[in-house]
Nanobody, 118 residues
C-alpha cells in the first residue's frame, strides 16, 4: 500500500505565495505521472498541473506563468510552487500519483486547503 502525505496549505493574501508538498511512502518501485488537482466549493475537481516521469509538465491555462510543478524522485515527492495567488485559486488541493509497487495503481492525497483572501 502507498500513503501520500500532503502539506503546505494555508491562508494567504492575494499576490502571495505558497509551496505544496506531497510525499509518497510505502511499497514503491517507481512513480511515473504525478499531479496536483483542486476542487473549489460547488465545483468539479480540476487538473492544476502534472509532471511525467521524464519531467514533462502540463498546466491548466488559469495557472500558467504563476504555478510551477516539480518532483524529487529520490524522495518520491511532488511540489507545487504557487505564486501571485488569486482569490479564485482558493480550493482544496489534492495530489495524485501513479505508482508501481506490485502493480500500477493510482493514489490520491487527502487534500490540503488553500485559501486566498485579504
Amino acid at each position: 500500500q502507498v500513503q501520500l502525505a500532503e502539506s503546505g496549505g494555508d491562508l494567504v493574501q492575494p499576490g502571495g505565495s505558497l509551496r505544496l508538498s506531497c510525499a509518497a511512502s510505502g511499497t514503491i518501485f517507481t512513480i511515473n505521472d504525478m499531479g496536483w488537482y483542486r476542487q473549489a466549493p460547488g465545483k468539479q475537481r480540476e487538473l492544476v498541473a502534472a509532471i511525467t516521469g521524464g519531467g514533462t509538465t502540463n498546466y491548466a491555462d488559469s495557472v500558467k506563468g504563476r504555478f510551477t510543478i516539480s518532483r524529487d524522485n529520490a524522495k518520491n515527492t511532488v511540489y507545487l510552487q504557487m505564486n501571485s495567488l488569486k482569490p479564485e485559486d482558493t480550493a482544496v488541493y489534492f495530489c495524485n500519483v501513479n505508482v508501481y509497487g506490485r502493480r500500477w495503481e493510482n493514489f490520491w492525497g487527502q487534500g490540503t486547503q488553500v485559501t486566498v483572501s485579504s
